[in-house]
């Protein structure tokens, strides 16, 4: 890292030169803190989803500086979460995809459109806690202050 060199600088041209280097390399470093983060909180979102049909979890999807209004059918169909699997690997992948193609400035949109996210958010299954879609963002919030503190502290 180099913050890392500006702490250690112990003259104005080192200073200098740190500087520049983190000025240089600050986008980079931030762009992939993002994705680290984005990341996290997809992967906790389509495994803690509830299933069925894996339909609700088919349909975390993200997007580049916006999302749609899109609705996908469960990648893998099944009954009685029989499908959880193959499906949220696969809709991994599709929102790692998406989270690989961030630069710095973009947005990154994590979203689902089905009309019944919002009831499993507020604990119609048993399969997860009300407001379990709150807290994974909290997480994910905690996530990425710490690893902004880390950078910021040169680790």
């Known amino acids: ?7 250690s600088a112990s003259t104005l041209g ?17 762009n ?15 495994y803690e989803t509830p299933v069925d049909t894996s339909q609700a979890l088919s349909n975390w999807q993200v997007g580049l500086s916006v999302g749609s209004t899109l609705q996908l059918p469960a990648y893998f169909i099944g009954d009685s979460g029989s499908t959880q699997n193959i499906s949220a690997v696969t809709a991994l992948g ?48 905690n996530v990425a202050d710490a690893a902004l503190r880390a950078y910021l502290n040169g680790n």
Do not use: C, F, W
């Open 1 to 7: 890292m180099s913050l890392r060199k500006i702490k």
């Open 94 to 141: 599709a929102a790692y995809q998406q989270i690989a193609r961030k630069k710095y400035g973009m947005n990154l949109v994590i979203y689902n459109n089905l009309k019944y996210i919002n009831k499993l958010n507020a604990g119609a299954s048993q399969q997860a806690d009300a407001n379990y879609v709150n807290k994974i963002v909290e997480d994910a919030e």
């Open 32 to 46: 992939k803190i993002t994705q680290d983060v984005a990341k996290y909180a997809t992967q906790r979102l389509i």
């Open 14 to 30: 080192d200073l200098a030169s740190a500087l520049s280097e983190a000025a240089r390399t600050l986008p980079t470093d931030l």
